[in-house]
C-alpha cells in the first residue's frame, strides 16, 4: 500500500457511482486506488453497474474490499482471449520489428476481440451475471419479459458481499436509485431508511429491455438510468448537511468527439445520455454559491450595530456558510479501441484495462494532496476535474 495521505477533517467522505455496464470495473480500480493511500468511503452512492459495485463494497470490509471486488469482476468477463495472446506473443519473436508490429496489432486485436466478445455477451450472456431468455422478449408479467434472465446476479452478490454487514447501522450509508416503472418516479433504497437486499441493487441495474424489471413489495423498477445516471445530486440534497468529500466517478464523458460513421454515432448518443446531470448539478450548485456570495455581501454592508440587534443576521450567516462539499470529479475516456457496444463488452482483458485506467487516474489525481484540502471559507462548494485522455 502506497503512503497514506492526511485527509482533512471532513465528516463524511462519499463515494458517486455512475451506471455503465462493462465500464464498471474502472470504478473498481478508483476503489484500489482509494484503499492505496488509506482514503475508506463512509457513504457509497450508486447507479446500475454502480449499484452492484457498491454492494460489494459496502459488503466487506475495507482490507477486503478490492479483492472481492476483482472477484466479482473476474466472475462476471470472461477469460482472456488465447487467440489474440498466441497472436501477439508471436510477434516478440521479432525484435525491435516485432514491436511495432505488436502495438499495431495490439490495437486491431482490441477491436476485433472486444466486438466478438460483445456479440458473445449478447447470445450467450455473462457468467453469474445474466443469460438470455428462451423465445425472448415474449410477453407476461413485468418479471419476465426481457432478452435475459437476472436470477444469477443475486447468487453472485450474495457470494461476495455480506448483507448483514450492508445493513449494519453505521458501517456505512448505502444508497441505490432506481425508476418506479408505473409512476416513472425516481427513488433511492438507502439503508438508512430500509434494510436492503440483493433485489434493491439488482433493480438499480434492471435496464430494459434487456433486463426485467424487478418487484419489490408489490412495485416494479427499472434501472435508475431512466430518469438519471448519476446520484451525485442526491447526496448535495441529503440533510442534515455535513463537510462531505466526494470523489464522483462517471463512465461516460459528456465531452467527446463529433462522430462520422453510423457506429461512431450510436456510441456519441450513450456517452450524451448516460452521462446525464453531473454537469448539470455542479454548475446548479456552482450557481448557487454565486447567489450565498451575493447575499453575504449585501449583508456585509448591513452597519455592525444594526446586525447585533437582530439574532435573524446570524442564523442567516451559518445558513449561507453551511456545509462544505469538495467534489473530486473522475471521468473514464474512451479508448481510440471501444465502440459502441462498449457498455456490453465484458472480455477480460478490457476489465483489466479498465481497470488500470481507474487506479491509474486515482494514483495521479493524488499526487496533488491539495485537491483533498476543504473549500475555504465563504466557499460552500468546489469542484476539481479529472479528464483522462486514453
Given at each position: ?5 492526511n ?8 463515494l458517486?457511482l455512475?451506471?455503465?455496464?462493462a465500464l ?5 480500480g478508483?476503489?484500489?486506488?482509494l ?7 463512509t457513504?457509497?452512492?450508486g447507479i446500475?453497474i454502480?449499484?452492484l ?6 459488503g466487506?470490509a475495507?482490507?477486503k474490499?478490492?479483492?472481492k471486488l476483482r472477484?466479482?469482476?473476474e ?10 495472446s498466441?497472436?501477439l506473443?508471436a510477434?516478440?519473436?521479432f525484435?525491435?520489428?516485432g514491436?511495432?508490429?505488436?502495438e ?12 466478438m466478445a ?5 447470445v ?18 413485468p418479471?419476465?419479459?426481457?432478452f435475459?434472465?437476472?436470477s444469477?446476479?443475486i447468487q453472485?452478490l450474495?457470494?461476495l ?7 449494519q ?7 441505490v436509485?432506481a425508476?418506479?416503472?408505473k409512476?416513472g418516479n ?9 434494510k436492503?437486499?440483493?433485489e ?5 441495474g434492471a435496464l430494459?429491455?434487456?433486463?426485467p424489471?424487478v418487484?419489490?413489495?408489490?412495485e416494479?423498477?427499472?434501472d435508475g438510468?431512466?430518469v ?6 442526491y447526496?448535495?440534497n ?5 463537510d462531505t468529500l466526494v470523489?464522483?466517478v462517471?463512465l461516460?464523458?459528456?465531452?467527446g ?5 453510423v457506429f461512431q454515432?450510436?456510441e456519441?448518443m450513450k456517452?450524451i ?6 454537469r448539470?448539478?455542479?454548475?446548479s450548485?456552482?450557481a448557487l454559491?454565486?447567489?450565498r456570495q451575493?447575499?453575504?455581501?449585501t449583508?456585509?454592508?448591513i452597519?455592525v450595530?444594526?446586525?447585533k440587534k437582530d439574532p435573524w ?12 462539499y469538495?467534489?473530486i470529479h ?6 481510440p479501441?471501444?465502440g459502441h457496444?462498449k457498455?456490453f ?6 476489465m483489466?484495462?479498465?481497470w488500470d485506467?481507474g487506479r491509474d487516474d ?7 494532496p ?5 473549500p475555504?471559507p465563504g466557499?460552500n462548494f468546489?469542484?476539481y ?6
Amino acid at each position: 500500500m502506497a503512503k497514506a495521505l492526511n485527509i482533512p477533517n471532513y465528516s463524511r467522505v462519499a463515494l458517486v457511482l455512475q451506471g455503465g455496464g462493462a465500464l464498471g470495473s474502472y470504478q473498481a480500480g478508483i476503489v484500489e486506488g482509494l484503499y492505496e493511500v488509506g482514503i475508506h468511503p463512509t457513504w457509497v452512492a450508486g447507479i446500475s453497474i454502480g449499484a452492484l459495485n457498491a454492494a460489494i463494497i459496502a459488503g466487506n470490509a475495507p482490507e477486503k474490499r478490492v479483492e472481492k471486488l476483482r472477484e466479482f469482476w473476474e466472475t462476471i468477463c470472461r477469460p482472456p482471449s488465447t487467440a489474440a495472446s498466441v497472436m501477439l506473443s508471436a510477434l516478440d519473436m521479432f525484435g525491435p520489428a516485432g514491436a511495432t508490429m505488436r502495438e499495431m496489432a495490439q490495437s486491431a486485436s482490441e477491436k476485433m476481440f472486444g466486438s466478438m466478445a460483445a456479440m458473445r455477451a449478447m447470445v450467450e450472456g455473462q457468467h453469474g451475471f445474466f443469460t438470455p431468455r428462451p423465445l425472448a422478449p415474449g410477453s407476461g408479467t413485468p418479471a419476465t419479459t426481457s432478452f435475459y434472465e437476472t436470477s444469477a446476479v443475486i447468487q453472485t452478490l450474495e457470494r461476495l458481499a455480506d448483507f448483514d454487514r450492508i445493513n449494519q447501522s453505521g458501517e456505512m450509508r448505502v444508497s441505490v436509485g432506481a425508476t418506479n416503472v408505473k409512476s416513472g418516479n425516481f427513488v433511492y433504497f438507502d439503508n438508512t431508511q430500509m434494510k436492503l437486499k440483493p433485489e434493491h441493487f439488482l433493480a438499480s441495474g434492471a435496464l430494459p429491455p434487456g433486463f426485467p424489471a424487478v418487484e419489490i413489495e408489490g412495485e416494479f423498477y427499472w434501472d435508475g438510468g431512466c430518469v438519471s445516471n448519476t446520484p451525485l445530486e442526491y447526496i448535495l440534497n441529503t440533510t442534515p448537511h455535513k463537510d462531505t468529500l466526494v470523489f464522483q466517478v462517471d463512465l461516460w464523458s459528456a465531452s467527446g468527439r463529433i462522430p462520422t460513421d453510423v457506429f461512431q454515432i450510436m456510441e456519441r448518443m450513450k456517452d450524451i445520455q448516460y452521462s446525464s446531470k453531473t454537469r448539470g448539478v455542479t454548475n446548479s450548485v456552482h450557481a448557487l454559491q454565486q447567489m450565498r456570495q451575493i447575499l453575504w455581501d449585501t449583508i456585509e454592508r448591513i452597519p455592525v450595530a444594526v446586525r447585533k440587534k437582530d439574532p435573524w443576521f446570524d442564523a442567516l450567516a451559518k445558513r449561507l456558510y453551511g456545509a462544505r462539499y469538495n467534489c473530486i470529479h473522475l471521468i473514464y475516456k474512451n479508448k481510440p479501441t471501444e465502440g459502441h457496444y462498449k457498455d456490453f463488452e465484458f472480455s477480460r482483458e478490457t476489465m483489466n484495462l479498465h481497470w488500470d485506467s481507474g487506479r491509474d487516474d486515482v494514483r495521479r489525481t493524488l499526487e496533488n494532496p491539495q485537491c483533498l484540502e476543504l473549500p475555504p471559507p465563504g466557499e460552500n462548494f468546489v469542484t476539481y476535474d479529472v479528464h483522462r485522455d486514453a
